[in-house]
């Protein structure tokens, strides 16, 4: 009987893709809370906030309250306890990027909590990498087995890593999603770029 001997190769991909938007996430702190609705028209401080950013065109649609929590001192929750309220915006383009940004940065109670990245695709570009690995291990290994003289008989064991991608921005404003790839260079990639990488394990 024929001693079968396993064939081991490890291939790698990887693209990069522009952000199209980013996701602000805003820390404000209130004299008094309001929740729902009534928090953009009846709190100070978002209201000013609220509309600042509409006199730069943000739409009202892409501005959202995510959470409310209040400053409690006699153990009583009323309106005039002081809160810290969480807004979310939405920035479609980063052309317009910056000016959000600045003007989120002269809200005297505005603090800048967190911010994404918004990428395209990101999905489609996933599943597109990981059929470009897959096949370009598969060829591989049919060049490899015709240089040996043996014949593939199928496939032992296929193993894909990967790691999902942290899409916050930075100090470096750069996000990474990455499994076995080597290193990139010092410079790295753009400030609006998202590198995608599969590994894929063939034996």
Not at 93 to 115: D, P, T
Not at 171 to 193: E, H, L, N, V
Request: charged share 25%; aromatic share 6%; glycine share 6%.
């Amino acid at each position: 009987m024929d001693t079968i001997r396993r064939l081991r190769l490890e291939t790698s991909e990887r693209t990069e893709i522009e952000a199209k938007g980013a996701s602000l996430g805003v820390s404000i702190e209130g004299k008094s809370y309001f929740s729902g609705e009534e928090a953009f028209t009846k709190a100070e401080e978002v209201k000013e906030c609220l509309d600042t950013l509409k006199r730069i065109e943000v739409a009202e649609q892409d501005i959202s309250l995510a959470c409310v929590t209040a400053d409690v001192h006699s153990g009583i929750l009323s309106k005039s306890s002081s809160a810290q309220y969480y807004l979310r915006i939405d920035v479609h383009s980063l052309s317009r990027l910056g000016s959000v940004m600045s003007v989120l940065m002269q809200q005297k109670n505005a603090e800048l909590a967190a911010s994404y990245w918004k990428f395209p695709d990101f999905d489609k570009t996933k599943s597109e990498l990981l059929e470009r690995c897959v096949t370009n291990v598969k060829r591989e290994a049919a060049v490899v087995a015709k240089a040996l003289g043996v014949s593939l008989l199928g496939v032992h064991d296929l193993k894909i890593e990967t790691q999902e991608p942290s899409t916050q921005i930075f100090s470096s404003r750069q996000a990474a999603f990455s499994g076995r790839a080597k290193g990139r260079s010092s410079k790295g990639p753009s400030i609006d770029t998202l590198i995608f990488s599969h590994s894929g394990d063939l034996s």
